[in-house]
């Protein structure tokens, strides 16, 4: 890096702030200075980015890679056999989660995703590396974190570990906060939080914001801001469900549902996240851009496919159902915002509502 390029990397940071701010995701002052003391690109030296020829590998030696990296955009950061396994989050959601974090001075926060460490450093900054705990399932990823924050002057604790587990040695926290996508928040993290103590985590198509109660609940609602994270993993693995083929049909139906609804609206797609959880998608659409066929598979077996108004189904969920019920559940009460739906969660389970905990969700699980 030279001179030059350090001073227009932080001109680009305070840009991105403005607008941040002008758009409603950076309202805290205190996380806007730390947003531009701490630069992104140490820890994006190289990237992949989307293009009509196919990905993209950026590198410093890129002309515009200053200029995407400072965007409010996703970075996907490592690719397994070319499916992206781990990203740095856009930054203007990155910051909408870490001001519902709510953290003080003093407050120890637990990590779980440090992919590059750069949100680990936000959090240092903020509260001092010795406040902070980072968990990454890859130790290649775990070792370059380690490496980039240290570069940068930050020291927090990184474990190369799974995140579903948290990190006991650090225990107990007074915020978690997780950076990739799960279908249950994992109840080893209801242990490791003090009660009030918070936990801010990505669930289906949202994030949800729990409070931890002396019992050892945790309950909550989801932040109202879209999200999509990439899915909690093993090492060595993508963390998607494998697509489980065209296995033989157990359950034909015809539906009335139009597939342009399950393939255009995220807010309704966000809906059946909570009411199938685990599941991924699949549209193909015709030359005039209207879907054809939704189809729906799960880690578990469970497979559906809808093509015109033809259903077919395997496996131990009857997955279109759920997609049907999510469908009325979504109309019938006006098209409910993020903000509506709050989670339960104990030891033994979890339960997604509406409105009131008093209200579960069907849940095809």
């Not at 856009?90 to 949100?119: F, K, S």
């Not at 945790?218 to 909690?232: C, N, S, W």
């Not at 597939?259 to 909570?274: D, K, Q, T």
Request: proline share 6%.
């Amino acid at each position: 890096m030279t001179a030059h390029t350090e001073e227009r990397a932080a001109e680009l940071r305070a840009a991105l702030a403005d607008e941040l701010q002008a758009g409603g995701q950076l309202t805290d002052p205190t996380w806007r200075s730390v947003f531009e003391a701490v630069p992104r690109h140490p820890y994006v030296p190289e990237f992949w980015t989307l293009t009509t020829a196919g990905q993209r590998r950026v590198t410093s030696a890129d002309p515009d890679w200053l200029d995407l990296v400072y965007a409010d955009d996703a970075l996907a950061t490592q690719l397994t056999d070319g499916v992206a396994t781990s990203s740095s989050t856009a930054p203007g959601l990155m910051l909408v989660m870490l001001q519902a974090l709510d953290v003080a001075d003093g407050h120890r926060v637990l990590e779980v995703a440090t992919g590059t460490g750069y949100n680990a450093a936000l959090l240092s900054e903020r509260l001092g590396s010795h406040q902070v705990a980072t968990v990454e399932v890859d130790p290649v990823l775990a070792r370059l974190a380690d490496s980039r924050l240290r570069h940068s002057g930050y020291t927090p604790l990184v474990h190369a570990g799974d995140g579903r587990e948290g990190h006991p040695g650090r225990a107990p926290y007074d915020r978690l906060i997780a950076t990739c996508g799960f279908s249950r928040v994992p109840s080893a993290w209801l242990e490791q939080v003090k009660p009030a103590g918070l936990i801010v985590c990505p669930l289906g198509w949202g994030t949800v914001r729990l409070v931890v109660a002396d019992d050892g609940r945790a309950e909550g609602r989801f932040l109202p801001v879209g999200t999509y994270f990439m899915a909690v993993r093993d090492a060595g693995t993508t963390g998607a469900p494998a697509h489980p083929g065209r296995p033989d049909a157990t359950s034909e139906h015809v539906t009335g549902l139009d597939l342009n609804v399950v393939a255009g609206e995220e807010a309704f797609r966000f809906v059946l996240s909570l009411v199938a959880p685990g599941t991924a998608f699949a549209f193909e659409r015709g030359d005039d851009g209207r879907a054809t066929a939704v189809e729906l598979w799960g880690s578990d077996g469970a497979w559906a496919r809808a093509e015109d108004d033809a259903v077919r189904q395997a496996g131990p969920r009857l997955l279109w159902h759920a997609v049907e019920a999510a469908r009325g559940l979504y109309v019938e009460h006006g098209r409910p915002g993020r903000e509506r739906f709050g989670v339960t969660v104990t030891a033994e389970e979890q339960r997604v509502w509406l409105d009131a905990p008093s209200r579960p969700l069907p849940c095809a699980a």
